[in-house]
């Protein structure tokens, strides 16, 4: 079985500053990782995913996630915030890639404060 | 490229009736296509899997009468909504594995679909 956790339903930074969302997981296989990002009353957009090659990826919109084994830990970063960025972001795991289905953590909501 | 756009966007029906929600994969083929139910505030919650010209399979506590899907071509499938109540209001969203963009399949997502039951 697969789960996600992400840390942190709500939070909150300001624009310019250094945008942290944690997600660590848990799975019996190795694991392929995704960030998907959800604007109002919108389906959700693939911001980047793991593919067991480089363990630093990198997305879109400036986004990137280092994939941590030894921490189980896959949190998704970008330098400097921008008030676009204000949205909800889900951390998601499969046992294959993209083939199987994916189970989605409970999302955290960014706030970016002017 | 890589499009998936659902109809309707949003629906209001009176409880007891039909709904049907669409899901079209608009620039590429997709075998296998995925319908989540999201709750206000909530994650996605997988319903089921939707195989192009076989039956589709059904998580667990979902039911198959209740929730009918047709994948009857290769860029459509259908969820239905059986006899809708109040608690079957929620946005549900679909989505469907395509080309990625570093070689493998990837999941492409609809803009979901907002139902309303009264």
């Known amino acids: 079985a697969q789960s996600v956790t992400q840390l942190g339903s709500h939070v909150s930074v300001s624009e310019g500053a250094l945008v942290l969302l944690r997600c660590n997981y848990s799975?019996?296989?190795?694991?392929?990782l995704f960030w998907y990002v959800q604007y109002p009353n919108q389906g959700l957009q693939l911001l980047l995913k793991?593919?067991?090659?480089?363990?630093l990826v990198k997305g879109i919109n400036g986004f990137e996630a280092e994939f941590k084994k030894s921490e189980t830990s896959f949190h998704l970063t970008k330098p400097s915030a921008h008030m676009s960025d204000a949205a909800e972001y889900f951390c998601?795991?499969?046992?294959?890639?993209?083939?199987?289905?994916?189970?989605f953590g409970t999302g955290t909501r960014l706030t970016i404060i002017p | 490229g890589a499009v998936v756009s659902q109809h309707p966007s949003w629906v209001i029906c009176k409880s007891g009736t039909s709904v049907k929600i669409e899901c079209r994969s608009l620039?590429?083929?997709?075998?296998?296509m995925f319908w989540y139910r999201q709750f206000p505030k909530q994650s996605l919650m997988l319903m089921a899997t939707?195989?192009?010209?076989?039956?589709?399979?059904?998580e667990q506590g979902v039911e198959k009468d209740k929730f009918l899907i047709n994948h009857a071509s290769l860029t459509l499938s259908t969820l239905t909504v059986t006899s809708a109540h109040p608690e079957d209001s929620s946005f549900y969203i679909c989505?469907?594995?395509?080309?990625?963009?570093?070689?493998?399949?990837?999941?492409?997502f609809g803009p979901g679909t907002r139902l309303t039951v009264l």
């Open positions: 799975s019996s296989v190795p694991p392929y």
């Open positions: 998601a795991v499969s046992d294959n890639f993209g083939n199987e289905k994916l189970t």
């Open positions: 620039d590429f083929q997709a075998t296998t």
């Open positions: 989505s469907a594995r395509g080309p990625g963009l570093a070689g493998g399949d990837t999941q492409y």
């Open positions: 939707s195989n192009e010209g076989s039956k589709a399979t059904y």
């Open positions: 793991y593919t067991s090659a480089a363990t």
